[in-house]
């Protein structure tokens, strides 16, 4: 029988990121061949996954990265099982290593397919699923470009968001973090009324009406009132028309421009686990 070493079973370890125990008999079923080692941990992995596959997997870390330049940003989610994992510092720590790789790349396709230390990251995650032994996935997977990024991880890891503005002023980084964190709160439907889907407004619309007749009000009557609802709906659920959450008096469009006055919001994206 070869002899294993510790230092062999710790560097199995490293690399996979499985329990020691799972590395040692891995190494002894593989009589200390590395490579069929890692192999054997893999084929585990894809045994837990196909008993799991339809596990839900609503729990996890939601994770924003800027680049460098901070002109791209994406968003990702790590989903697995339990919020039990899902704090876990070495789970937190992958998903903040996918993130920065997921920045390279402009769809949760490519980045599956793309290269994590020799293995795809589909397979990193399969790989995950027999170390955790629960189901490990990419849910979500957003990106957003322009001339100013900034980003907002909410405590616990449960939303992440992105801002892009049209221009990096002074005071820029700050006025993106807390649109972010605006967006995260508040939950915006879109960025402005323009961006308001037509079949929102239409449904809102109709609520509107039914909502009137129900109180009474005549037929004549219902198109100008339910004008002035949707207009409501507008401020309360459009990102630059809701209040700012640090100061109600102004809206967010208004504390954007109390930055500097020729600066917008670009865009914004959200993700939440759940």
């Keep these: ?24 008999n891995a190494l002894v079923e593989a009589e200390g061949d590395f490579e069929k080692a890692i192999e054997i941990l893999r084929k585990k992995g894809q045994k837990v996954a196909a008993k799991r596959a339809d596990r839900d997997s609503s729990e996890g870390a939601a994770i924003a990265q800027v680049n460098s330049d901070k002109t791209s940003g994406v968003l990702i989610s790590l989903n697995c099982e339990t919020d039990f994992v899902a704090k876990n510092d070495s789970f937190v720590a992958l998903a903040n290593e996918l993130a920065k790789l997921a920045l390279d790349f402009d769809s949760k396709d490519e980045f599956l397919n793309a290269n994590y230390n020799g293995i795809t990251v589909k397979e990193k995650l399969t790989e995950q699923t027999g170390v955790i032994g629960e189901k490990i996935e990419i849910g979500g997977f957003k990106k957003l470009n322009a001339p100013f990024v900034g980003s907002y991880i909410h405590a616990g890891n449960k939303i992440a968001t992105l801002v892009g503005l049209s221009s990096a002023v002074e005071g820029s980084d700050v006025a993106a973090k807390d649109v972010a964190m605006q967006a995260a709160a508040m939950n915006p439907v879109a960025l402005d009324e323009s961006a308001v889907d037509q079949s929102v407004i239409d449904k809102e619309i109709e609520i509107a009406k039914d909502q009137l007749r129900q109180e009474g009000k005549p037929e004549a009557m219902l198109d100008n009132i339910a004008k002035g609802k949707l207009k409501r709906f507008f401020k309360d659920n459009t990102l630059v028309n809701q209040d700012f959450i640090k100061d109600s008096k102004q809206s967010v469009s208004q504390y954007i421009q109390s930055v500097n006055p020729d600066l917008k919001i670009t865009g914004f994206e959200r993700l939440a686990l759940g």
């Design 1 to 24: 029988m070869v002899k294993i070493t510790a230092a062999e079973v710790n560097n199995l370890r490293k690399t996979t990121g499985a329990g020691m125990m799972d590395c040692k």
